[in-house]
């Protein structure tokens, strides 16, 4: 944790601080405080939880407050005689220290809807106000409408815990109470869909406003800028000490990268007090690959499996990433199949941003498959008109006439179409299995992409890029002309910061902060760095 005093403002850094992601971090005036993105620091929590070891949600903050994962602020989190995440005093008494009290917080300003920005806000309290586009708020409520989480994925509306007869938390079984969204833009029309068929969605709703939006001291402006997830936004926020700007996470390397140019043009010539920037490719000088570089190769790969099952693997929110799979099918004669959960998703975001989003949905089959309990979200979605569901039977009639959006997860629905395939008489063509996806080479990872590999070889597909068959250790070398990152390298953050000559630049989301201080050495830039 650390804190800057910059004349009346003070600003504290709870995450995001020689880290990548989990950022949270605090804007406080004598007035009021704003909280800029509540994220999951991943690394941090990786140290002490692993895939079996949890958090104990029925004993509410007691584990993240010791650990130090959440910031001990009091009055920041649900607290009250309706809901409350504190079972006893022993939680109660982690809270405390040198910190601002948490009733002076008067919202959270998302600036997108991944988790290492959004995956902390389910402990939050609960009248706080969100501020967020249209596009991370359905984003993030068709996120946890699918996901089936417990208490952590909590974003966008929660189950209201009491204490039990035993003094454990548990959750109420009959309705869910709704977080209040400032949504920003178009207001999306779904706020109000419970996602379970016995459990009602109540509480405070979602509103529309303008930018700039007022909240009492802060003036807060919006920005779109290019990111690997739809609704990204950049936050400019005049205060009484001067302008104070955040870039969320940028590029100009994505398919909407003029967002970003427009959010550096409104803002050249403006006098910045301060910029807090993220760095997670600093110290990375190469350019990364373009979108459209990446829809090239996918359309070059999968143009030379004709007649053969292609397979695509990309991040659940790159939808960014669906779209050009669904161009690249559609280029080559194919059709893109897609989860139900992807077109949940997509139904989310369409009521945010109708164009391209709704006619997406209209252009993709759903993969529909027999389940012994369907969840009430996906009930909704086969209800809608526009959906074209496909099963795997039909798949299996002619594999390569489809392109199938399937991930680590659904590897095993490339068993089914093998036994479909055999079962009509097929010989069954050698698959490919096109890894479009970020490579970090943790050890989790590691092990998920050994495991990968077993699965592919015994259906046999081939995994590209061939590289990673190797499992290597050093993410590095990977060459994979199938993916982008969402964030810029060096030299375009440079570029951003030359352009936008801030008096003092906070640096976030990155291991090395200290490179700034590099980069701006002698250009009337403060670099803030603990002395």
């Known amino acids: 944790m650390r804190r800057f005093d910059l004349g009346s403002l003070a600003v504290h850094v709870y995450g995001g601080w020689e880290e990548i992601g989990g950022n949270q971090v605090l804007l406080e005036e004598r007035d009021g405080a704003l909280l800029l993105d509540f994220g999951r620091p991943f690394g941090r929590w990786g140290t002490y939880f692993t895939e079996f070891l949890s958090p104990r949600s029925t004993l509410g903050l007691r584990d993240l407050l010791y650990l130090r994962l959440l910031p001990p602020i009091p009055g920041l989190y649900r607290d ?24 002076k917080v008067l919202a959270l300003l998302l600036s997108h809807a991944h988790l290492d920005h ?17 596009a991370t708020a359905a984003i993030a409520k068709a996120m946890q409408d699918t996901a ?17 007869g035993e003094g454990i938390l548990e959750g109420d079984r009959k309705r869910y109470l709704r977080r209040p969204y400032r949504v920003l833009g178009r207001l999306p029309g779904f706020p109000d869909l ?10 405070d709703p979602w509103t529309g406003h303008d930018t700039p939006l007022e909240l009492g001291p802060f003036k807060v402006e919006t920005f779109p800028v290019d990111h690997s997830i739809p609704g990204a936004a950049a936050f400019a926020v005049g205060t009484p000490a001067g302008l ?16 970003t140019e427009a959010f550096l043009r409104a803002l050249e010539g403006r006098e910045v007090f301060l910029l807090i920037a993220e760095g997670t490719r600093l110290g990375e ?14 359309h070059a790969e999968v143009a030379r499996w004709e007649g053969c099952p292609v397979a695509v693997d990309f991040a659940p929110r790159n939808l960014e990433r669906l779209l050009s799979c669904l161009e690249v099918a559609e280029a080559v004669g194919r059709r893109l199949v897609v989860t139900p959960k992807d077109a949940y998703l997509l139904y989310g975001l369409a009521h945010a941003e109708p164009d391209p989003w709704k006619g997406v949905l209209e252009r993709v089959l759903v993969l529909r498959e027999a389940r012994g309990r369907t969840p009430g979200w996906e009930e909704h979605l086969w209800a809608q008109e526009g959906i074209h569901p496909i099963g795997m039977e039909a798949i299996a009639q002619d594999p390569g006439a489809y392109l199938l959006a399937f991930g680590f997860y659904e590897v095993n629905r490339l068993l089914d179409l093998r036994l479909l395939e055999a079962a009509l008489g097929g ?33 046999d597909f081939r995994l590209l890029p061939e590289g990673l068959a190797d499992l290597p250790r050093d993410p590095a070398g990977v060459k994979n002309p199938f993916h982008t990152s969402g964030h810029a390298p060096e030299p375009d953050l440079l570029e951003a910061v030359r352009r936008l000559r801030p008096r003092h630049l906070l640096p976030v989301h ?19 760095l603990p002395e």
């Open 80 to 103: 009250d005689a309706e809901d409350t995440l504190f079972p006893s005093d022993l939680e109660r008494n982690l809270l405390g220290g040198e910190l601002p009290p948490g009733e």
């Open 118 to 134: 959004t995956g902390a806000v389910a402990y939050l309290r609960r009248d706080l106000p969100v501020v967020a586009t249209a």
């Open 148 to 164: 089936q989480v417990g208490l952590d994925g909590e974003a966008a509306y929660l189950s209201p815990r009491t204490l039990n």
């Open 194 to 203: 419970s996602p379970a068929k016995t459990k009602g969605l109540e509480g």
């Open 244 to 259: 104070v700007v955040y870039t969320g996470d940028l590029r100009r390397h994505g398919r909407w990268w003029e967002k």
């Open 285 to 298: 000088a190469r350019p990364a690959y373009t979108e459209a570089q990446v829809r090239e190769a996918l």
């Open 427 to 459: 010989k069954g063509r050698r698959g490919a299995y096109i890894f479009s996806n970020s490579y970090w080479a943790d050890q989790e990872q590691i092990l998920d992409l050994g495991v990968l590999l077993a699965w592919l070889g015994r259906l």
């Open 510 to 528: 990155t291991e090395r902060p200290e490179r700034w201080r590099e980069l701006l050495k002698g250009e009337g830039t403060d670099v803030l």
